[in-house]
């Protein structure tokens, strides 16, 4: 990752959202997004200029812009339809982002677009994060990583964060090593990330 | 095995490439289904042998054309219901609600600096008269302001009529029982009509009271009764120690109504007169 100071930036052409750009590079606010408070916060996974991504609820491609900065190709899901339109803008202005449109929980929409990945990527709000992760395995490569991005409030609002995130670290573990567990305070609250490794 | 990926059939003798155009391609691609436990990921270089490209660049690159143009499809389809453009006229016209009370209340509060007689307290003064006066009494930006306040009030209720118009058009079950103005407001607090007819019935009473819902959800404070059903007659006019029970049957009919109107898309008469007959019932107070 590359660093000015103690300031997270990418490599890359700027204006994608309106951020800042410092000495010529993108500033990538951890407060916008929960990719880069990550790595802020000191975790998560290196991203280098020959792994291959499945980001998983792009939304409007702001992290996801960011993260092509540094990789060879992101493969985009989102399934609403508005900021689709967005995220098919940034996918025309770098060349290295394939936006698909489909659902996360539903791979086998977009499998036949699919190849092995280093890197699961998913920020989704929905109930079922884990089930969803765990049906997106299939295309991340044995000794890959996932990165979830649990969305506590997301899962259940009545329940308390942590029982939630417990409950979701034992999901994972069924099939992945859980390498990492952190909350993103104080970027962003009850949103806790998850880093897991694929057996090899 | 045969692999069917988006640039042609792949399996152990070989692979048929589906072409190059990226048009064709997304064609072909949105009609492949693949079971996940067979599935293999593609590896690019497969696509290279099969004649489909050259290079890696060539292969992102007509990937990403295909997907975008499958993409665009999935949007514009997404974008076809009539429910998609109402819920966006609806909103329009509640933000509309929004800017020309502001706007009225700072036009006042500046009026009444100008002129120390005027006070719209105590008062019953309409907005649109007061308009009109400040319009009158006052000079320069002032009454500008005022003249435009006005033409968005007239935009306003234009827009209402539209929406209700569109609302019975589209949802005219859920319309016919709640008026069109509320059913185009559950409509866009659902965020479409396919979303609303999945609602049960409870979840429909409280659209709207989302604040009062969570934190009755997250400890201690009284369960809303009613969400923006309220703004119905039948709900507000209740005798409070009905009204939850009002509040609970209409949303129950809403609920069956709003899945008429998804998957019949037409006015069932005898199902609203019975829901009609029911809601009323449920507005008697036990003696």
């Not at chain 2, 329009?92 to 002129?115: F, G, H």
């Not at chain 2, 005798?239 to 069956?256: E, F, M, N, Q, W």
Request: charged share 25%; hydrophobic share 40%.
């Amino acid at each position: 990752m590359k660093w000015l100071g103690n300031v997270l930036v990418s490599p890359g052409e700027g204006g994608v959202y309106g951020e800042r750009t410092l000495e010529g590079y993108r500033v990538w606010d951890p407060y916008r997004s929960k990719l880069a408070a990550l790595y802020t916060l000191g975790g998560g996974i290196e991203l280098t200029p020959e792994i291959r991504v499945l980001y998983l609820g792009a939304a409007n491609g702001t992290t996801a812009s960011h993260v092509a900065d540094y990789v060879e190709t992101v493969y985009a899901v989102e399934f609403a339809p508005r900021p689709m339109q967005d995220l098919l803008e940034v996918a025309r202005r770098r060349r290295n982002i394939i936006p698909i449109m489909a659902d996360a929980s539903r791979p086998e929409e977009y499998a036949p677009f699919m190849e092995a990945v280093d890197l699961v990527y998913q920020d989704v709000a929905q109930p079922n994060q884990v089930e969803i992760a765990e049906r997106n395995l299939a295309f991340l490569k044995p000794g890959g990583h996932l990165i979830l991005m649990l969305k506590t409030r997301s899962v259940d609002v009545r329940r308390d964060p942590a029982e939630v995130l417990a409950e979701a670290r034992a999901g994972l573990e069924r099939r992945l090593d859980v390498a990492d567990v952190r909350w993103l305070d104080p970027y962003h609250q009850d949103h806790a990330a998850i880093v897991c490794s694929r057996r090899g | 095995m045969l692999q069917r990926y988006w640039f042609g059939d792949v399996d152990e003798v070989g692979c048929r490439a589906a072409g190059t155009d990226p048009a064709a391609l997304a064609e072909r691609a949105a009609a492949l289904r693949t079971g996940m436990d067979s599935f293999v990921p593609i590896d690019w270089e497969t696509a290279r042998d099969c004649g489909v490209v050259r290079t890696r660049e060539e292969y992102v690159d007509l990937l990403r054309s295909v997907c975008t143009t499958l993409a665009r499809k999935k949007i514009a389809l997404s974008y076809q219901g009539r429910d998609v453009e109402l819920l966006q006229m609806v909103r329009m016209l509640d933000e509309l609600d929004n800017v020309i009370n502001l706007l009225s209340e700072r036009a006042a509060e500046w009026y009444q600096v100008t002129n120390p007689s005027f006070s719209r307290k105590y008062r019953s003064l309409p907005a649109k008269k007061m308009l009109g006066i400040i319009r009158k009494g006052a000079r320069g930006g002032l009454s500008d302001a005022a003249e435009e306040i006005d033409r968005l009030a007239g935009t306003r209720s234009r827009l209402m009529r539209e929406v209700s118009a569109r609302a019975d058009e589209v949802m005219p079950n859920t319309s016919a029982l709640i008026g069109g103005l509320v059913a185009a407001r559950l409509l866009s607090k659902a965020g479409g009509l396919p979303a609303l007819a999945r609602m049960p019935g409870s979840t429909i009473q409280v659209l709207g009271s989302e604040r009062a819902l969570f934190s009755h959800l997250r400890g201690g404070t009284p369960p809303p009764k009613h969400g923006i059903i309220f703004q119905h007659r039948r709900v507000h006019n209740a005798p409070k120690p009905v009204r939850g029970r009002v509040a609970r049957v209409l949303a129950a009919k809403l609920a069956i109504a709003a899945r008429l109107d998804y998957y019949r898309g037409e006015a069932v008469p005898e199902f609203l007169k019975d829901a009609q007959a029911r809601i009323d019932e449920a507005g008697v107070e036990a003696s």
